[in-house]
Nanobody, 115 residues
Framework: QVQLVESGGGLVQAGGSLRLSCVASGFIFGINAMAWYRQAPGKQRELVATISSSDSTNYKDSVKGRFTISRDNAKNTVYLQMNSLKPEDTAVYYC?????????WGQGTQVTVSS
């Protein structure tokens, strides 16, 4: 079955960096688009970044120039490199797969950015 396991979250000061990882299994990783979402307390889950099977990427406007999504198909892993972090980036970050009309989610990893 499909599994998505996020890691790499933590506590950082504003201006710092983190790299999130999502290890995937249970499907043909290389032919599927992947995404990162985040959800802050009391707010809706929002799309942060997407990456296609051909490495085309898109980003939420507020993270453009700071975050980079990438993938390593040999490792079945998608990454989110986060630089110049701001307190408003604080959220639980989730890996996402949409496959055959069904959405799959990881358990999430907490990112906290202190001011």
């Amino acid at each position: 079955q499909v599994q998505l396991v996020e890691s790499g979250g933590g506590l950082v000061q504003a201006g710092g960096s983190l790299r999130l990882s999502c290890v995937a299994s249970g499907f043909i990783f290389g032919i599927n688009a992947m995404a990162w979402y985040r959800q802050a307390p009391g707010k809706q889950r929002e799309l942060v970044a997407t990456i296609s099977s051909s490495d085309s990427t898109n980003y939420k406007d507020s993270v453009k120039g700071r975050f980079t999504i990438s993938r390593d198909n040999a490792k079945n892993t998608v990454y989110l490199q986060m630089n110049s972090l701001k307190p408003e980036d604080t959220a639980v970050y989730y890996c996402n797969l949409n496959r055959r009309g069904y959405g799959y989610w990881g358990q999430g990893t907490q990112v906290t950015v202190s001011s």
